[in-house]
C-alpha cells in the first residue's frame, strides 16, 4: 500500500481547520497543522504565527521531515473582529492582512516548490462570503478575504500547467470561536434571514475543503460557497 | 466521503455521458439508482442492470411524463429523496439561422424539463421532510457562447432557477445547487465535431488549448461535484454553482 498522502492544514487547532483535518484524515491522509497553538489534534503539530514567512518555511520542512512530501495545503489560520473603517487602527489593519493573505501566501510560498518538482499538488484557501459580498464593520476583514481571491485565482493559472489546483472555499458566518457568544451573526433575527435558517456548522465547510482537496481535479481557480444561503 | 445508504435518486440524461457517470457515482455510494432518458434503449437498461437500479424513460419536456416518471420511482423503491437533473438538449447555429421550433425545444427540454421534474419529485421530498436537488448547467449559462443563443439562454435560466429555488426549498431542508461543467470528453463531443465538420481529435486540442489546465474534464470529474451536492450529511450550500471547467471561468466571482 502507498504512503498515506501528508496535507498541511493552518489554524488546525480550532474551529474550521480543526474539522479539516478530521476530514482529510478521514480520507486517508496524514495531517500537519500549523497553530498559534501546538494542540491541534493532528498527526503533527507546529506552534507558528502563520504572518511569519521565515517560520512557516520552517515549519513545513519540519513537517515534511516527519510526515513526508505536503500534497495538499489548506489555509484556514484567521482572527476576526468588528470596527468601523475609522476605528481600525493600523496594527489591526496590518495584522489582518497579514495573518489572512500572508498566511496564504506564505504557505503557499513554503509548499509550491515541492508540490511543482512532483507536478502534483492542492492548495485550498479559506475565504469568507465578506470576500464576495462585502461586509459591515468589519471592512479589513472583508478586504483580507477579498484579496485571497485575487491571489487564489491568479496563483491558479500561475500553476494550472505544474499540476497544480488552487481553490477557495467562502464560507459564512460558521458556527467556530471566532464568532462570539454575543456576535450579532448569532442573534436570532439574523438567523432568520438565511434560507436555511442557521449558522453552516465547521464539518459543512470542511466537506466542501475534502471535495476540493481529493475530488475537485478539473477545478482551478474556484470558489464553493458554503454559507447556508447567506450570499446566492 | 459520502453515505447515500437507503436513499434514492433519479438521474435524467442517464443513458451515457455524463448522466451514466452519475447514476454510477451515486449507487456506488450506496443510493438505490432510477436512470432516465428520453427513450427506451439498451443501453438505459444495462446500466439499471448494472447498478440494481430501474429505468424510467420518457420525455421531461412533457410536464405529465415527469409526473408519471417520478411517481413510477416512487412507487418502485418507496422513496424519492435526489434529483438530478442532467439532460440535455442542444444545437448551435447563428442567431438568424436557428430554427425558431428548434430554438425552443432546447429551452423546453433544458429548462422547462428541469422546472416540471421539480414539480414533480417535490410532493415526495416532502413526504421525507428533507431533499437534494442538483443541476446540470453549463459554463456557457455563465459566459455564453456563440451560435448557442438557446442553449446558453436555457443553461443561464437553470442558474436563476438553483438560485431562486435553494431560497425558496432550503427553510424545508430540500437544498438546490447547481454544476457547470465546461468542455466534457463526452459523446456529445462527436455529435458538435461532426456538425462543425471536423474531427474528435482536432475539436479535443481546439477546446483544450483555451482551459488552464489543458486538458478536457472528464464525466467523472462531474460525478463527484455531484455526490458532494448529493451528500445528506451536508446542507449548507445553498444555491450555488459549482464550476467544474479547468479552470476557464477564474475571472468570475
Known sequence: MPEAPVAIVTGGASGIGAATVSALRGRGYRVGALDLSDRADADHAVAVDVSDGAAVTGAVAEIERRLGPIAALVTSAGHYEMALVGEISVQAWRRMLRVHLGGFFNASRACLPGMLRRRSGAIVAVASELAVGGGEHDAHYAAAKGAILGLARSLAVEVAGSGVRVNVVAPGPTDTPLLAADSPWRAEDYLATLPLRRLTAPAEVARCVEYLVCDATFSTGDVVNVNAGAVI | ?253
Not at chain 2, 421534474?117 to 446540470?136: D, W
Not at chain 2, 451536508?234 to 471547467?245: K, L, T
Open chain 2, 1 to 253: 466521503m459520502s453515505s447515500l445508504k437507503g436513499r434514492v435518486a433519479l438521474v435524467t440524461g442517464a443513458a451515457q455521458g455524463m448522466g451514466a457517470a452519475h447514476a454510477r457515482r451515486l449507487a456506488a455510494a450506496g443510493a438505490t439508482v432510477a436512470v432516465n432518458d428520453i427513450r427506451a434503449s439498451d443501453a438505459l437498461s444495462e446500466l439499471a442492470d448494472e447498478i440494481s437500479g430501474v429505468a424510467v424513460p420518457g420525455d421531461v419536456s412533457e410536464p405529465e411524463v415527469c409526473t408519471r416518471i417520478a411517481d413510477a420511482v416512487a412507487a418502485a423503491t418507496g422513496r424519492l429523496d435526489v434529483l438530478v437533473a442532467n439532460h440535455a438538449y442542444m444545437t448551435m447555429a447563428p442567431i438568424l439561422q436557428h430554427d425558431e421550433r428548434d430554438w425552443w425545444r432546447v429551452v423546453d427540454t433544458n429548462l422547462g424539463g428541469t422546472f416540471h421534474l421539480v414539480q414533480a419529485v417535490l410532493p415526495h421530498m416532502r413526504r421525507a421532510g428533507e431533499g437534494r436537488i442538483v443541476v446540470i448547467t453549463s459554463e456557457w449559462g455563465v459566459t455564453g457562447w456563440p451560435d448557442a443563443t438557446a442553449y446558453a439562454a436555457s443553461k443561464a435560466g437553470l442558474i436563476s432557477l438553483v438560485k431562486t429555488l435553494g431560497r425558496e426549498l432550503a427553510p424545508e431542508r430540500i437544498i438546490v445547487n447547481a454544476v457547470a461543467p465546461g468542455v466534457i470528453d463526452t459523446p456529445q463531443l462527436q455529435v458538435d465535431a461532426d456538425a462543425a465538420g471536423t474531427d474528435l481529435a482536432s475539436i479535443q486540442a481546439h477546446y483544450a488549448e483555451t482551459i488552464p489546465l489543458a486538458r478536457l474534464g472528464t464525466s467523472g470529474e462531474i460525478s463527484a461535484a455531484v455526490e458532494l451536492l448529493a451528500d445528506f450529511s451536508m446542507e449548507a450550500v445553498v444555491g450555488q454553482v459549482i464550476s467544474c471547467n479547468g479552470g476557464t471561468t477564474r475571472s468570475r466571482v
